[in-house]
């Protein structure tokens, strides 16, 4: 009877066995899709605020603008203007050295040392604001600096009293950019979103009031920005000192945050010279169609085309925002394996967004001029400049995420020497080449940033792909604590 039974029994074990090791492969595969959805979720959650917040803070030029407009041709001119200086010389910079807190205020949250946020966003609101003082220099003599250059002496004037009256608002916006990557850090958008929604809004009854019915003309409008970069920055501050989320997170203020701001400099610099060499190169362009044979169709289609590009950016900048805050919580946390997900995750979805997009730019290409000019010749230049912007949004997606997750594990410098080499030595000389050389116009310079944006995200691609994200994990961690300071000592 011994025999039968195990004869039996052999034959049933690997039976046994196959069902069991298909039922654990089916458990391992239900929990991996899991994992990615629950990733999915935790970026969409994060990065959908982040992009209205992107969005408004944007469309508070815009509306000024379109308040100046109304006054006259040489008034939108000197606005126009005093506005692309301004974001060249002041806001590009902020912006840049504001993301080192991406870094820094992530990875210290995701390694759970709350305290050090507050550290953290102390020395980058004294280095910012310190920055200031020389941009603000800067924005007192542009009406000098753009003559000088060879702009127009009326619009160049007129510029000049536009962006000294917008003096004020480089150092809200300076404390904004700190706020708002506090925040952000500790995944805490919302508050950003309403605060930005409501100073939006007043926004417009602000330059209603202070352009039309204060006889401020176009000085009202850059009186309007200062009063709403103000509101937001309080609006922030005033959620940060009081609000029971921020607790743990904000301890007062600390002279220990003095002893951060040496590591601070070292990721801020190569941050912003990051951000402004890509600004300062799409900005070039619309000087140098100035320089081509029909320099007025030219430059209005490469400022619609700018203008157009820069809004639908937003979409890409926020999910950017979001996955190198998930990367750096991650890394902070000690999980490389998340961290890494994160960013595949995060390509994945803003492929699946540029192909909408671009999609949606060629369908619309032949109306969307409609929305800037009447002028037929505009309008149709306009459409073809969109199957161009169209593949570069998909291109500009991919980098701007593959960016994100770059900062994310403190990568800035290598990043800013990409930036360098993608713009400067291949995208510029390209759309040079183009535009003069071999004649194609605008287009040409469009296509030299394309190639520039090309050469960007294949070099972040490989240095995403040769990562070792377990390094990166110990580097995080020993960033987190390498200047921790305990929470006894801040208070």
Not at 178 to 185: E, K, N, V
Not at 392 to 398: K, T
Not at 459 to 478: G, M, P, Q, V
Request: proline content about 3%; aromatic content about 10%; glycine content about 8%.
């Amino acid at each position: 009877m011994e025999r039968p039974e195990r004869a039996s029994q052999d034959l049933e074990c690997p039976l046994i066995d196959q069902c069991s090791d298909r039922s654990n492969a089916q458990i391992k595969f239900r929990g991996q899709c899991d994992e990615i959805i629950a990733e999915a979720k935790k970026l969409l959650i994060l990065a959908g605020p982040l992009v209205i917040v992107n969005l408004l803070i944007y469309s508070l030029q815009v509306i000024s603008i379109m308040f100046v407009g109304h006054l006259g041709e040489l008034a939108l001119s000197g606005a126009s203007m005093a506005t692309s200086f301004a974001s060249v010389t002041g806001f590009s910079l902020l912006t840049g050295m504001g993301t080192a807190l991406d870094t820094f205020c992530g990875q210290s949250y995701g390694a759970k040392q709350y305290h050090m946020l507050g550290v953290h966003m102390q020395g980058a609101m004294l280095v910012l604001l310190l920055v200031s003082f020389p941009l603000a220099f800067i924005w007192a003599n542009a009406g000098s600096i753009l003559l000088f250059v060879g702009q127009d002496p009326e619009i160049s004037a007129e510029a000049g009293v536009y962006a000294r009256h917008m003096i004020p608002s480089v150092f809200a916006f300076a404390l904004l950019q700190c706020h708002m990557r506090f925040l952000q850090s500790q995944n805490n958008v919302i508050p950003m979103m309403l605060c930005s929604c409501f100073t939006t809004i007043l926004h417009v009854f602000n330059c209603w009031f202070f352009v039309v019915k204060s006889g401020l003309g176009s000085r009202g409008a850059a009186v309007a920005n200062d009063i709403s970069y103000w509101i937001n920055v309080l609006l922030l501050a005033a959620y940060v000192r009081f609000s029971p989320t921020c607790k743990k997170t904000w301890n007062g203020f600390s002279r220990d945050s003095l002893k951060g701001v040496p590591r601070f400099l070292k990721l801020a610099i190569p941050s912003g010279v990051m951000i402004c060499l890509e600004i300062w190169s799409f900005e070039m362009m619309v000087l140098l169609s100035g320089l081509l044979p029909n320099p007025k169709l030219e430059t209005s289609v490469l400022s619609i085309s700018l203008n157009t590009s820069t809004m639908i950016f937003m979409i890409p900048f926020g999910l950017g925002s979001a996955v190198s805050v998930r990367v750096a919580n991650e890394l902070g946390a000690g999980r490389p394996n998340a961290a890494q997900l994160a960013a595949y995750i995060a390509l994945f979805v803003i492929v699946i967004e540029g192909v909408l997009t671009a999609a949606i730019l060629t369908l619309g290409r032949n109306i969307w001029g409609y929305c800037y000019t009447t002028e037929e010749n505009v309008v149709k230049y306009v459409g073809a400049m969109l199957l161009l912007i169209s593949v570069s949004h998909l291109i500009d997606d991919c980098q701007s995420v593959l960016s994100g997750a770059a900062r994310g594990c403190g990568k800035q410098k290598i990043c800013a020497i990409v930036d360098v080499g993608a713009y400067y030595i291949l995208g510029l000389p390209a759309g040079i080449f183009l535009a003069f050389v071999h004649q194609v116009g605008g287009k040409g310079l469009w296509m030299g940033l394309t190639v520039a944006l090309s050469a960007q995200a294949i070099s972040l691609f490989i240095i995403n792909l040769r990562t070792d994200w377990e390094k990166e994990a110990k580097k995080a961690k020993e960033r987190a604590h390498c200047i921790s300071i305990s929470k006894e000592e801040v208070t």
